[in-house]
């Protein structure tokens, strides 16, 4: 068979055959590299300094900012009491190797801060750009290592991106020690302070300063360890002793450069009114003491603090954050007086406040009671009502007995108890007769979920004095400790200390007062290692308000807030590792007693 | 006499193959042969193939002749015929397209004007479709004198006095014959040989000879689907073909996907329409009378060609194409009645009452209900004690819906058209007639011959959906709270939809469904969709057998959705005091208005080139091609609330808190296509398909992949053996197939890249609280996906026999499926700070048997045909990765590996206790020696012996519930103008966990209560309660109280066999019955055929099951008791043609 194709045929053809080669092969390009677009491909972002920038941003939002975010911060201690949530395992004492209260381990947090600083070594941007960028971030994973020191000890040091993919075996990382994590975190910050600005605004960024904020922190935070904690699993929990001077004098030279930067000072622009000015340290926004803080705007950014914290009568929710008796007592009368007040109907006040006003300024700042005047209102947390002619309520009997209590009671047209009281009993009220004032935005009535723009505050200059206060005095230098610590007693109005008066509890309880309710005071129990003596065997109590109608005068009575007697067992100044971390990297050990 | 036709390029598929070019007559024809002693009858098939022409001639015709040669270039048609009948020494008369080859001495042209024949036999051949038939053979039986149909089925035969019979034959047809008697006139339906040896089936990227196929392909045609037109095509498929499993899992009007369509259990397959790829939807949404066939790739062989994305088998659709025949108008419409197919049969007001009173009694607590306000809603005279029939108030009996269609199919042999607009509206069941789904189609496929070598293809579809419905959806969807079902699952008979006012609905347990389901009440939900997709295509004739095609394809797919939501006030009614008042608001309780737009657009293209040769008895045909397709889509949408005025536009709403969004996707694939044929006598054959894909999901060293397939067929019909020795059998062929599939639907876009989404907000100055986004990295990427791998293994016979009357087919098939994408079970240290991606690893096994048979005959007058076929098959398991069993309880009970993956697992049951001693016997069930639980509760079968019931004491009790067989039995019957036609499906080896339907089956489960379905007063009740008579040793139901204890009962809350019910059915799902109008009484009036139906479907159903639709799919909801049930239709209908 043959066959005999025509040229002219051919010629046809081929123009044809052209046409669709062409066609073919245009179209061939990139069509199996298709960028996405619901998300942002990978390489994209390092050579972009605004992608990079979020980036950044994003750690931010994340950083572990132990406080606002937090619905149940206020059981830790002596301040306050609500027995409810996961605070309770701290309260009772049932944390264990499979109970964990305020757990705190990120590991991929960990990992997208290290992932950054190395994508940051190849990266084209601007040095400037970057060492600013690479310093915010080494700041932010050496919070996040003090975090987890804070609760764990000594920790997996993991500052590489580990290879996923790698075997397994290889992947599993051992606890360092404790002294090792504290030292890793002192090395950050002193490379970060290298690379950061010195600009300390705005207050919401990191600058030098901030890193040496945290640097003094941590430092004091591993010289207590030091001094108070045993060695233990050969020095993953636990600091030498010989450690402590060391980290003591860090501590006060990282403080001293904040302090002395010039750059911040203490908020001071009502000195005539101790307590006002005070309260407004934490709802003035963007103030001079301000070194680190989240802010948060009340409409994109919001937290819920106000609504769950403010009185019951101007919040949607409120009160739950009760400062107990015993915390109110511990505050010191402003002249250095020890005049306790006197409880029972011997002894009448015109108003709650009364029963207080001797006490340091900063109290009315913190604490909300009877007679307060507050938003468009009064605090009104009476809870009874007493009818006789003469004050008759024995204080320890049976409530109320002779006194009128009730929802829904009135005595000649008045409620028997105050709307911002503990009646009717629900979460929603305080339990102990008191609220908290400090971080509460007062101009707003009835607050809502989500609303609330108040700022928190991760660092101020006032906790850099204590921070050099706490140092000297531990490490007997008493001249500098007196100076430091009459720092903040001064602005807040109180009797200020000499060398002879100064003692190491005097400097704690400077430290507890001024930075009350600022998510310290846990803490530092654990590393004083006192929280087994303050937090154990002691059942927090209240106040009863009571009204004298005819005298229309108050008296009060203590009485048991809580059921229940505060069990704080040792093991518990350490989280428990516990079994599913165990379980997930069989390199870790478990804490001590576990 | 044998007849012997060439090849009749009747199907559609004819517009793929050779196309010559005419002119107005015949003398226009140009064409180029070259022939040099060649066989003749290869001459004739030469010239077949570069023209329309087709050559009809006698077997021994060329007895004697010598070899042509042949040599012309371009030269008029007519001129080479002339040469090639002068060499053979015949005669030749054109009729049409045909041309009849005549011995010149002996044969004579049969005339009129010859004195012998006395008399003119007239008549018109159809199909059974009543379609005419051109090109059928008649012949005066015993006798050469013959003609042959034109294109209208018209001939004029002359014969000879005496004649007395006369046969038709057509090939693929049955042979008839036709006792002439006196008549003059003869009209003749012929009927189809099943098997149609000849009938030529579409495969990957073209077609193929039916009895040439070697890999295990179902058809289904359009002539068995398109007289009763159904809103979703793929539910007619149902039960028509082995393999393919179809189950109609929700009967809602709109968007939803109503069908679960897979091929032999292994999910989703890759669907096709007309060469393109394309959705579930899409296929869903195809007009049925737009279909000319389905062909379903099952196995390696007939699907690799598709590559990556065959693996779970491939659906082809073809849609109808024009045909050179004068302009035939169809008209068809269907009016139906849709009704659901199971309604829940609930107790009334008095029965619920006395239930709650029981459950409270059995708890110990005092009676709910008063004997008084028993009375009361026993009486029903106090409208605050009513008997609400919820079901009744919210759900009618039934809804309409109406199915148009239009259609024009003609050409000539210039052009050759298929243009069709059908129309399809849709109401819900609900009562409240606020749902409205109306779809608009239009089609027009056109295929144009530029030149005599070059066709133009072009294909143009646009869809229109316009649906608009209540806001509150009527079904659950994933991550909502409620639906109208849902409410309409929960509500108390004892609680008044409305009070004396009917515009006041009464809010009532979770919301009132009777106000819920009204558009006035609630808003509404209005989507409109318009596809749009268009097809450009070109078929090219090149030299040497060649042939190339082209085929452009665009589809646009743009979603318009918006949601109105109002804030209907819900009312309590006091019936003392006669005072309403709101209690609470349908929804959030404020306005809404939302506007949704997503975007589709796809662009293919391919380019093929096939080959086809003849060498003495080998054929060979070869396949090359490429292909690409890109997708994308962009949605976006965004929503104001709080609306001060009635004008439900974005616009005029309030802009605080309004918000928006919107993202978008797009791939890209790419492939090259190849496949040889080859056959010997077509009797042995042998094909291999390849094909090179790579795909856009997956990284570039990973990214291509070649599946190549090979298989093997024997006509052993063919043989001598079987010719001789078994003349019955018609067709006999085995084959065999093996090869590779790809799958990589299961992986998501872009796993392979580490990406970075939008996450988090931060203010740095607090002074002017500046937002600032963030950025975080998504997952761990996985730099080695790719796509999962089968091997598939196929072994079948077809047969066909007693002249094709019985005819059947039998696969038996494995696939091995690997490099499954799974999770990691070593999980790595959380130091590391990441999680592994999912990983291609696992593998799984399919096996399966597939069986058809089907009979068809005709005695005293009645054709009549019957079949059924029915597949098997079940999933295994091979690897996963497992941890490490803490003992051999654990082992029997979570090992994975080597089991079938539709185990399920629960307890055995031996009854319900009847006695305190029983009890106090019993395995400890509750840990505390039984000392909770209480006659009535279920004895679970303590398995291991251990005395007490735990988790080891679980076993297998059943299957999963997706059938693992299915069946379908289809009969027709004709006579005269009627025809009959009936559907059985069904299915078997799976089971019901009732435990999935609390709404049905938990007492008081919803909150603060739910009405009790009838079965549950088949509950256990013990001796003594006041409330009702005592049901003990009946009782098939646990003992019930409050609906926490219910929820905290093992009775109710272990999976157990109490609760599994086999989901084994058979329904009647289709019946009809059709009467077609004599042609005598319609042909004056111009019209071809006219026929009235009346139909039904899905209208017996035969199951275990009560108050549940067996096909229903209890994955797509999370409780599927808050389903929109499956519905059936009665239809009357009507087709005619012009």
Redesign the interface.
């Known amino acids: ?6 040229k002219k ?1 051919i010629m046809k ?1 081929k123009s ?1 055959i052209i046409c ?1 080669l062409i ?2 092969f245009q ?2 390009t ?13 390489d994209v ?1 390092w050579n972009d300094a605004n ?1 990079t ?10 950083i572990n900012f132990y406080g606002l975010d937090m619905s149940d911060q206020c059981e830790d201690d002596d301040e306050a009491t609500n027995p409810s949530g996961g605070s309770s395992n701290i309260t009772t004492g049932t944390v264990s190797a499979t109970n964990e209260a305020r757990a705190y ?1 990120d ?6 801060c290290t ?1 950054f600083l190395q994508q940051m070594a190849t990266s084209t941007l601007a040095s400037d750009v970057k060492n600013q960028m690479m310093g915010e971030v080494r700041f932010i994973r050496a919070f996040t290592y003090y975090e987890m020191m804070k609760r764990y000890g000594g920790i ?1 040091l ?1 500052d590489v991106v ?1 290879d ?2 790698a075997p ?1 075996s290889d ?3 051992k606890r360092a020690t404790e002294d090792a994590i504290a030292t890793f975190i002192d090395t950050e910050l002193t490379t970060a302070e290298g690379l950061l600005s010195d600009v300390a ?5 990191i600058n030098k300063w901030t890193a040496y904020a945290l640097q003094a922190r941590s430092d004091l935070w591993a010289a207590s360890i030091a001094k108070y904690s045993t060695v233990q699993l050969n020095g993953i929990v636990g600091i030498p002793a010989a450690n402590a001077a060391t980290y003591y004098a860090k501590a006060i030279v990282a403080a001293n450069m904040v302090i002395n930067s010039g750059k911040y000072s203490l908020y001071n622009p009502q000195p005539a009114n101790k307590s006002e000015n005070y309260r407004h340290i934490f709802v003035d ?2 103030n001079s003491e301000i070194i680190f ?5 009340g409409v ?2 919001t937290h819920n603090y106000d609504v769950r914290n403010a009185p019951t009568e101007f919040a949607t929710r409120g009160a739950i954050l009760d400062p107990t008796l015993q915390f109110m007592l511990t505050y010191e009368n402003a002249d250095g007086s020890a005049t306790p007040p006197i409880w029972g109907p011997s002894a009448l006040y015109a108003n709650g406040w009364a029963l207080w006003a001797k006490k340091d300024p900063r109290l009315l700042g913190t604490v909300m009671f009877q007679g307060d005047a507050w938003s468009i209102g009064t605090i009104n947390s009476y809870d009874a009502i007493d009818p006789n002619p003469t004050p008759s309520y024995n204080v320890g009997a049976t409530f109320p007995g002779v006194l009128i209590s009730g929802g829904t009671l009135f005595y000649q047209g008045v409620l028997s108890v105050g709307k911002d009281s503990k009646y009717p009993i629900s979460v929603d009220n305080t339990l102990t007769g008191f609220t908290t004032k400090k971080y509460i935005d007062g101009t707003k009535y009835k607050t809502g979920e989500n609303l609330c723009s108040t ?1 928190w505050i991760a660092f101020r200059l006032a906790e850099m004095y204590l921070i050099v206060a706490e140092a000297n005095i531990e490490t007997g230098n008493i001249a500098p400790a007196v100076a430091a610590v009459n720092v903040t007693r001064n602005r807040a109005g109180i009797s200020l200390l000499d060398a002879s008066s100064i003692t190491v509890d005097r400097v704690r309880s400077e430290r507890t007062h001024e930075l009350a309710f600022e998510g310290h005071r846990y803490w530092d129990l654990r590393r004083w290692r006192i929280a087994q003596t303050v937090m154990s065997g002691v059942q927090m109590q209240g106040l009863h308000i009571i009204l004298h109608f005819a005298s229309q005068q108050y008296y009060f009575a203590p009485f048991n807030a809580e059921t229940f007697i505060r069990n704080y067992t040792p093991q518990m100044n350490y989280n428990p590792i516990t079994a599913t ?1 165990i379980a ?2 069989p390199k870790l050990v478990e804490n001590p007693l576990y | 006499m044998r007849l012997r036709l060439r090849k009749m390029k009747l199907t559609v598929l004819l517009t793929f193959l050779v196309i010559a070019t005419f002119g107005n007559g015949f003398s226009q024809v140009t064409l ?1 042969l ?3 002693k ?1 066989n003749v009858q290869d001459v004739l098939q030469s010239i077949e193939k570069k023209t329309e022409y087709i050559f009809m001639y006698k077997d021994d015709i060329f007895h004697g002749s010598k070899a042509v040669s042949i ?1 012309f ?1 371009d030269a008029k048609f007519e001129e080479v015929l002339k040469s090639v009948c002068e060499q053979c020494n015949v005669d030749y008369e054109v009729r049409d397209r045909q041309i009849i080859l005549k011995e010149k001495a002996d044969f004579r042209v049969p005339s009129v004007m010859q004195q012998t024949q006395k008399r003119e036999i007239t008549g018109i051949v159809r199909d059974l479709k009543g379609l005419p038939l051109p090109g059928v053979t008649v012949l005066a039986k015993g006798t050469t004198n013959g003609t042959i149909t034109d294109v209208g089925g018209r001939f004029r035969l002359p014969v000879a006095e005496g004649t007395k019979i006369l046969a038709f034959s057509f090939i693929g047809m049955k042979n008839q014959e036709v006792s002439l008697g006196s008549l003059t006139q003869v009209n003749v339906t012929m009927v189809e040989a099943e098997t149609g040896l000849e009938e030529v089936v579409v495969v990957g990227y073209g077609t193929q000879k039916r009895v040439n196929l070697t890999g295990s392909i179902t058809t289904i045609k359009a002539a068995d689907l398109i007289d009763t037109p159904l809103p979703n095509i793929a539910q007619s498929i149902a039960g028509r073909s082995p393999g393919v499993y179809v189950k109609t899992v929700n009967g809602q009007p709109g968007d939803k996907v109503n069908v679960s369509f897979n091929i032999r259990g292994y999910g989703n397959p890759l669907i096709v329409i007309d060469g393109a790829a394309s959705s579930a939807d899409d296929f869903e949404k195809l007009n049925p009378v737009d279909i000319e066939s389905f062909s379903v790739l099952k196995d390696a062989a007939s699907a690799s060609i598709y590559g990556a994305r065959a693996g779970n088998g491939v659906v082809l659709v073809t849609t109808k194409k024009g045909i050179i025949s004068a302009p035939k108008v169809t008209f068809s419409s269907n009016y139906s009645l849709q009704f659901f197919t199971e309604r829940p049969h609930w107790v009334n007001s008095e029965e619920e009452a006395r239930m709650e009173n029981l459950g409270m009694w059995n708890e110990g607590a005092p009676a709910t209900w008063t004997t008084e306000q028993i009375q009361k809603l026993h009486d029903g005279t106090d409208p605050a004690y009513p008997n609400t029939n919820w079901w009744d108030l919210t759900v009618r009996k039934f809804a309409p819906q109406i199915q148009s269609n239009l259609s024009v199919q003609g050409g000539t042999e210039k052009v050759k058209y298929f243009v069709s607009g059908g129309y399809f509206y849709q109401e819900a069941m609900l009562r409240a007639n606020d749902t409205k789904n109306k779809v608009y189609n239009l089609r027009s496929n056109i295929d144009i011959a530029l030149t005599k070598k070059l066709t133009l293809n072009l294909g143009l579809m646009t869809s229109y959906q316009d649906f608009l419905g209540p806001f509150e959806e009527m079904e659950r969807g994933t991550g909502q709270k409620h639906s109208i079902m849902t409410y309409l699952f929960r509500e108390n008979a004892y609680s008044p939809a409305y009070g004396p006012d009917p515009t006041k609905p009464l809010a009532s347990g979770d919301g009132n469904p009777v106000a819920l389901s009204q558009s006035a009440v609630t808003g509404y939900r209005k989507n409109k969709e318009l596809k749009v997709d268009a097809k450009v295509g070109f078929t ?1 004739e ?3 057998g060649l042939q ?1 095609k ?1 085929l452009w394809h665009v589809y646009n797919d743009n979603q318009l959705n918006k949601l109105v939501n109002r804030a209907g006030p819900q009312w309590a009614y006091d019936f003392t005091t006669k005072i309403y008042t709101i209690v609470g608001y349908a929804e959030p309780g404020y306005s809404l208005v939302q506007n949704y737009n997503n975007s589709i657009q796809n662009m293919d ?1 391919q ?1 093929t080139l096939n080959w086809t040769r003849k060498f003495g008895d080998h054929n060979l045909s070869a396949l090359v091609g ?1 292909e ?1 397709s ?1 997708t ?1 889509n ?1 949605y976006f949408q965004a929503n104001r609330q709080k609306y001060a005025f009635p004008i439900d536009y974005l616009m005029a709403g309030p802009t605080l808190n309004e918000t928006n969004t919107g ?8 492939g090259v296509i190849s496949r040889l044929n080859y056959n010997y006598k077509g009797k042995y054959l042998v094909e291999f398909d390849g094909r090179n894909d ?3 999901l997956f990284p570039k060293a990973t ?1 291509w992949g070649f599946f190549p397939s090979a298989s093997v067929g024997w006509r052993i019909s063919e043989e001598n053996f079987i010719k001789e020795n078994l003349p019955m059998v018609s067709n006999l062929k085995l084959r065999a197939s093996y090869g590779n599939l790809g799958y990589d639907l299961n992986t998501t ?2 796993q392979f ?17 500046t ?8 997952a ?1 990427p996985n730099p080695h996906i790719t796509w999962e791998k089968m091997t598939s293994k196929d072994i079948g016979l077809d047969f066909s026999l007693f002249g094709s009357k019985l005819e059947g087919s039998f696969d038996y098939f494995y696939r091995l499926r690997s490099d499954v994408l799974g999770t990691r079970i ?9 999680t ?1 991606p999912q990983s291609n690893y696992a593998r799984y096994d399919n096996r399966g048997m597939e069986l058809t048979l089907n009979h068809r005959n005709k005695i005293f007058g009645i054709e009549y045909s019957i079949g059924g076929n029915v597949s098997w098959n079940r999933e295994k398991c091979l690897y996963v990765d497992q941890s490490q069993f803490s003992n051999t309880d654990s082992y029997r009970l979570s090992n994975m590996i080597g089991q079938w993956t539709d185990n399920f697992w629960g307890y055995k049951t031996a009854g319900l206790f009847q006695t305190q001693a029983e009890i106090n016997s019993w395995a400890d069930i509750d840990g505390k020696r039984n000392a909770t639980t209480k006659l009535g509760d279920v004895k679970f079968v303590d398995y291991n012996g251990d005395g007490k019931i735990t988790t080891a004491d679980q076993t297998i009790i059943g299957r999963g519930d997706f059938p693992k067989l299915m069946y379908g039995i289809n009969m027709t019957l004709a006579y005269k103008g009627f025809d009959f036609s009936m559907l059985w499906q069904g299915a078997g080896l799976y089971d019901f966990n009732m435990r999935n339907a609390p709404d049905l089956t938990l007492p008081f489960y919803a909150s603060p209560d739910n009405p009790q379905i009838e079965m549950l007063k088949n509950s256990y009740i013990p001796e003594g309660n006041p409330w009702l008579p005592a049901n003990t040793t009946n009782a098939k139901w646990p003992q019930f109280q409050d609906g926490t204890l219910n929820r905290a009962n093992p009775s109710y809350a272990w999976n157990s066999q109490l609760w599994l019910i086999n989901g084994s059915y058979i329904r009647l799902k289709n019946i009809e019955l059709g009467y077609t109008l004599p042609k005598s009484l319609i042909s004056k009036y111009g019209i071809d055929k006219c026929k009235f139906y009346v139909s039904g479907f899905d209208l017996l159903t035969f199951s275990a099951l009560k108050n549940v639709d067996p096909e229903i799919d209890t994955h797509a909801v999370s409780t599927f008791g808050d389903y929109y049930p499956p519905v059936g239709t009665y239809n009357v209908g009507v087709k005619i043609e012009f």
């Open positions: 068979m043959s066959f005999n194709i025509s045929h053809n044809y669709l066609i073919i179209s061939c990139g069509v199996l590299d298709k960028p996405p677009l619901d998300t942002i491909a990978g972002i992608l920038r979020a980036y950044v941003t994003n750690l931010y939002t994340r381990w590991y991929t947090f960990i990992r997208d992932f997996p993991v580990i996923p993919y397994v992947q599993y990382t605004t705005p207050r919401g960024k926004k963007e803080e989240k802010a948060y705007d994109n950014l700022t971390r997930n990297n | 180029s070259h022939f040099n060649a040599d270039e090219w090149l030299p040497f190339a082209a293209q380019y490429f690409q890109v994308s962009e993202d978008g996707g797009q791939g890209g694939r790419e790579a795909s856009s990214r876009t872009n890249l580490q990406t970075y989404g939008v996450n988090g907000t931060y203010i740095y100055d607090g002074a002017t609280s937002l600032d986004n963030g950025i975080r990295a998504g761990l070593q999980s790595i240290p959380n130091v590391v700070g990441a592994l």
